[in-house]
């Protein structure tokens, strides 16, 4: 029993929950599930997550599916004290929760990362859905500008943000000198050990996409 990350290493849907468990100190387990080989659609898999995607989490006889919800459990369940990834103040703990409730309602639904690598997406047929990402990150651009972090020092909105972010820059080549504040927000986000240290910068995780992203400059 315990915690088992159901993972595979270059998505940054799962780096969003790996992070978390990593700034929690918390122990886990993890199966990968790997998507190039279609691991996914397999029965045994489908018993944990009925929409067979990735991550998923095990804690016991709890089974949490989509990222941003795996992030809130572990924050609700072992976040206490020191390690609480909520701010302690009303006034961040509402900035906090209103950009994951953004995140959720008007970035997430722009993603086009996933039809450009995976979807046979070229730059022209993704046109009007890259100007409304463009847009839409123009917004948080603007939130984080004289900011080192969503929300004071670091906060879960942070850690739910940062993935997103990190893929229109490494995968979709955002370029960096037009997004000043996002591009600042993600280095230092890298240089987090809890993100630093985790396997989707090594062998066979970003590494993965990133071959299969090269010479694609869909955000450039
Ligand atoms: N909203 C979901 C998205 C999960 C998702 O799209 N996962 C991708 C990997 S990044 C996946 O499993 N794709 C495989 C598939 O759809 O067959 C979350 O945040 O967990």
Known sequence: MG????TFY???NC???ETVLRELELQYEV?????MKGHQKQDIYGSVNLRKQVPSL???DAVITESVACVMYLQQVYGVGKKSLLPASKKELGECL???AQFHEKLNPNAIAGTALFGGGTKESLAPR????????TVWEKILDGKDFLVGDISLADFVLFPFFNTQFLLLKLPPEEYPNLFRFVSEMRERPSVKECRYWGEGGYEVFAALAKGVEFLA
Do not use: G, H
């Open 31 to 35: 199966e990968i599930v790997d998507l």
């Open 130 to 137: 890259i100007a409304k990402l463009k847009q839409e990150l």
């Open 3 to 6: 915690i088992t990350l159901y």
């Open 15 to 17: 780096l969003r929950a």
């Open 98 to 100: 209103s950009y994951i």
């Open 58 to 60: 095990k804690d016991d």
């Open 10 to 12: 270059p998505s940054d």
